[in-house]
Each structure stands twice: as structure tokens, then as C-alpha cells.
């Protein structure tokens, strides 16, 4: 969590507290499944809570039931009349014979049965919930499950990743290795082209110098025994570097999915770029066509500006003629068109 703000911490009493708000009645079974816990951890939690007077428990023959505050504020209080109101409706009660009294029962009978309806309602509604908070339970361990096989996908390419790069290294290395005995063997080739321009030259010379000649052979045979022995050499490197080769391969092929996927994310991400910025461009294109719009409109304004002036300006020069005035000498020399 970012910002430093951490989520309060709810124990199993605040759960179940905020369950039976929601519910307003239900059976501690019933709560204890919901919750993934057992009964007899319910139990005391319902104890606690009694105590504190946030809940208020019934207690059965076959089972217990747990309600809110709220509910039992709404519905407790009309127990007794409710069983009165139901002994008179089978005929176990005996009303008055006071008509008034006769007239409050019956209404406290029907007032019994509506509430008798509506708890049947909340028990089914009750019911229904149930059912969907163990799905919603069985839908949140489908997901956890999913969550941890993604952790473990996830770990087992990190880890093919890093013998991946591990490969590649030990690949170079090898690399190294074979251009640097490629490198000695170059060096030993030139030296036995020289050998043997050497003794193409002392063939001609004298027989004083076969001792020199000799010598130059037994450098030669050790020379040519240490080229065979590097070609040796050579050869179980190129071994080692198929072998590398062919491991380098198969991880590879392995990283080409990973590598796909990635091409694609990045391909649709490139695709919604463009077409970003098509519409950008469109948008800037209708900007420049209004900005031109409105340019033509400002020099369509400045120019019937000018020809009101122009108009103005005749029409006080007509004014004085007409009033026998003579114009001023700048009307005089200026031609009408300045004016």
C-alpha cells in the first residue's frame, strides 16, 4: 500500500459482527460456514458480542439464532402480542367480550400474520444469500488458486531466464577459448610456412649448414606434434560448443513464446498509439482550417473598415462642397483614393 495509510486489521468477532448487520438473522452454522471457521468458535464470538450489546441471540431446541441490534429493535418487541394475536387466531386464546378489545385483536392477528410473512421472506432471502456467499467462497479459492499458478509460472521463467543468460555466458567463454587457440594456431602455421621457406633456402646452401638444417626439422616435428595436439584440442571444443549449441537452441525456442506474447502486447500497443495520433492530427487540421477561417473573417473585417473610412471620409468632403466651403490644401493635393 502506497501513501503509508494501512487497512485496519478485523478480527474474527468484527467479521462476524458486520455479517450479521448485513443478514440481520442468521444461525451460528450457518455463520461459522460462511466464515470457514467452526461452530464452537462462533459461539464465543456471539458471547462477546452479547456481552458488548451489539448482538442479541435467540435460543432454540435445534439451533440458535444470531440477530442485529437493529432487527431485534424492530421485531422484538411484539413477541407477546404476536402470540396472543396467534392463540386467538386457532382458537386457543378467548377474547373479551368488549368489542373494542375484540376489534385490536383481530388488527393485531393480521399485524401477527403480515410479520409472519415477512420472516418467511428474510428466511428465504436468507437462504439465497447463503448460497451466494458460498459461491462467492468457492469463486475466491478458484482465484487463489490461479494467483499462485501464475506466482509459480512466473518463478519458473525467471528461472529459465537466468540458465538462459547462464548459457549465453559459458557460450562466450567457449567462444573466447576457441578464437584464442584459432589465434595459436594461426601463429603456429605461420611459423611452419617459415620453417619451410627456411628450408627451401638451405636445400641450396652448403653442406656446412646441415647441421643447422637438422635442428630446424626437430623443430619442425615438435612444432607439427603441438599443432596436433592443439587440433586435438580444437575438436573437443567444437564438440563442447554443438552441444552448447544445441542447449542454446532449445532454451531459446522456449523464450520465443515469451517473446511473442510480448511482441503482441507491444504491436496492439503501438496500433492504439497511431490511431491516437491520426485523430490527434485530424483534430490539429480542423484547428488549422478554423484559425485560417477565422483570419479570412479579421481581414474581411479590416478591409469593410477601410471602405467605411473611404465612405466617411467622401461623405464630409461632399458635406463641406455642398456648404460652400473650400477644402483644406491636404484635400487638395491628397488624391481621392487616399482619402
Known amino acids: 500500500m502506497s501513501g503509508g495509510i494501512h487497512a485496519p486489521i478485523l478480527t474474527g468477532a468484527d467479521k462476524l459482527l458486520a455479517l450479521v448487520e448485513e443478514t440481520h438473522k442468521i444461525t451460528i452454522s450457518d455463520a461459522a460456514h460462511i466464515l470457514g ?41 411484539f413477541k407477546q402480542t404476536i402470540s396472543l394475536a396467534m392463540k386467538s387466531a386457532k382458537g386457543g386464546y378467548v377474547p373479551p367480550k368488549d368489542d373494542a378489545l375484540r376489534e385490536q385483536q383481530r388488527k ?12 418467511d421472506m428474510f428466511a428465504r432471502q436468507e437462504r439465497a444469500l447463503a448460497e451466494k456467499t458460498a459461491e462467492l467462497a468457492q469463486l475466491r479459492k478458484a482465484i487463489a488458486t490461479k494467483k499462485e499458478a501464475l506466482k509459480q509460472e512466473e518463478h519458473v521463467r525467471e528461472e529459465m531466464q537466468k540458465e538462459f543468460t547462464e ?36 636445400k641450396t646452401e652448403k653442406r656446412r649448414e646441415q647441421k643447422k638444417l637438422k635442428t630446424a626439422e626437430r623443430n619442425l616435428k615438435t612444432a607439427q606434434k ?16 554443438a552441444t552448447l549449441r544445441s542447449q542454446l537452441q532449445a532454451k531459446s525456442s522456449e523464450c520465443s513464446d515469451i517473446r511473442d506474447v510480448r511482441a503482441q502486447a507491444r504491436k496492439d500497443y503501438h496500433q492504439e498509439l497511431k490511431n491516437t495520433k491520426n485523430e490527434l492530427a485530424r483534430v490539429k487540421k480542423d484547428c488549422v482550417l478554423l484559425a485560417e477561417k477565422i483570419q479570412n473573417e479579421q481581414q474581411k473585417r479590416q478591409e469593410l473598415l477601410a471602405r467605411l473610412n473611404r465612405t466617411e471620409k467622401k461623405y464630409v468632403l461632399l458635406k463641406t462642397q455642398k456648404e460652400g466651403e473650400k477644402p483644406s490644401w491636404t484635400q487638395r493635393l491628397l488624391p481621392q483614393s487616399w482619402l
Open 167 to 202: 548459457y549465453k555466458r559459458v557460450f562466450a567463454q567457449q567462444q573466447q577459448k576457441l578464437e584464442e587457440v584459432t589465434t595459436i594456431l594461426s601463429e603456429r602455421v605461420d611459423e611452419v610456412v617459415q620453417l619451410k621457406n627456411a628450408l627451401c633456402m638451405e
Open 37 to 77: 471457521t467452526s461452530s464452537s468458535i462462533v459461539g464465543r464470538w456471539v458471547e462477546v458480542l452479547e456481552d458488548q450489546g451489539a448482538v442479541v441471540v435467540k435460543r432454540g431446541l435445534r439451533s440458535s439464532f444470531i440477530l442485529s441490534k437493529q432487527y431485534y429493535d424492530v421485531h422484538g418487541d
Open 226 to 241: 603441438e599443432l596436433k595436439k592443439h587440433v586435438q584440442q580444437l575438436a573437443v571444443m567444437q564438440e563442447q560448443t
Open 108 to 119: 393485531l392477528a393480521k399485524k401477527a400474520r403480515q410479520i409472519q410473512q415477512q420472516q
